[in-house]
């Protein structure tokens, strides 16, 4: 009995460091299942073809999220845009897809700042009806 006993709390400390190790170093699986689940198919009945997408993937955040989207969500690249990343997130209610306000531009910018964080600088992609990323935390 009490070897049985030592086995289980040895397991436990060695179990929950890995656990702990593995979601902050590649993030949780279950919210990666969701987003490769929902918004490939979100994109495709928003109109957007295979051959229209440069880059898509799943990404997880280092900071902390809007509290009503899992914290993973994915990121796309359009060909026409090759520069420009555009977030897309997973509500936590009603498994709905919503694009974030905030991308990120990895080209040029001629010694220009350009603050792509709201919907006030515009771009090919953006949707009209984006939610803040950063909005809405503990």
């Known amino acids: 009995m009490l070897k049985r006993i030592?086995?289980?709390?040895?397991?436990i400390f060695v179990l929950v460091p890995l656990v702990g190790f593995y979601l902050l170093n590649f993030g949780n699986p279950i919210h990666k299942f969701i987003a490769n689940r929902?918004?490939?198919?979100?994109?495709k009945k928003q109109g957007y073809e295979y051959d229209e997408i440069s880059e898509s993937h799943y990404v997880e955040p280092k900071h902390r999220v809007n509290k009503d989207y899992y914290h993973g969500h994915y990121t796309v690249a359009f060909m026409d845009e090759p520069n420009m990343y555009y977030y897309?997130?997973?509500?936590?209610?009603?498994?709905e897809v919503v694009q974030f306000c905030e991308r990120?531009?990895?080209g040029a910018t001629n010694g220009k700042i350009i603050d792509y964080y709201d919907k006030n600088n515009t771009s090919k992609h953006l949707e009209v009806d984006c939610i803040n990323l950063l909005d809405n935390r503990d």
Not at 6 to 11: A, E
Not at 88 to 95: D, F, T
């Open 88 to 95: 897309y997130g997973v509500s936590k209610k009603g498994k």
């Open 38 to 43: 929902y918004v490939p198919e979100y994109l």
């Open 104 to 106: 990120d531009w990895h």
């Open 6 to 11: 030592t086995i289980i709390v040895t397991g």
